[in-house]
């Protein structure tokens, strides 16, 4: 092969070889898919979305979170000697919980579905405290919180009133802390 068809086989090869790869290239796109335009697109839904939960937080800190539930009796005092518990449900039929008696003489009361993986939570008179037996969970009887096994989270706070000999749930605290 003579020196000048290499170079001529050459030359349309580069040639084409640059055509092949400004082909390819947009100009539109590469000004709408860049960078810049991801950030904007990114920093734009972080903003928006977090605007969204304005609400939710402004009402969160004015207790507005849970409506008002209504009064519901629970039992009488004198049914419910000290070192005892009863099991009722509040605020809806779905939701149980345990009215304790503490051998202190206290009255407390909590949801008793344990914060783990939702199991029925029971009153250990002898030992004063909360137990979950599914996964021997404990909590302390005094404020719901976790004091030993696998629960992080204390028991929701049934709010009670006793008027009359009679004890009645008049609400429910979520508390972390």
Known sequence: MSNECKKERHAK???SDMVNLIQNVDQKDDLKYNRRAFLKTAVGASMALGLSTVPFSV???????????????IAKLA?????????????TENDPALLIHTVNGDLVAY???????MCPVFY?????????????????VNNGHPVAGPPQRELPLIEIEVENGTVYAVGRQFRHG
């Open 111 to 117: 949801n008793s579905a344990c914060t783990h993986l």
């Open 79 to 91: 049914d419910l000697p000290e070192g005892d518990s009863v099991t009722f449900y509040y605020p």
């Open 13 to 15: 090869r580069s040639k």
């Open 124 to 140: 250990e008179k002898e030992e004063d405290v909360l137990l979950c037996p599914c996964h021997k969970g404990y909590f302390d």
């Open 59 to 73: 009402r969160a800190m004015m207790g507005l979170s849970e409506p008002d539930h209504e009064r519901v009796e």
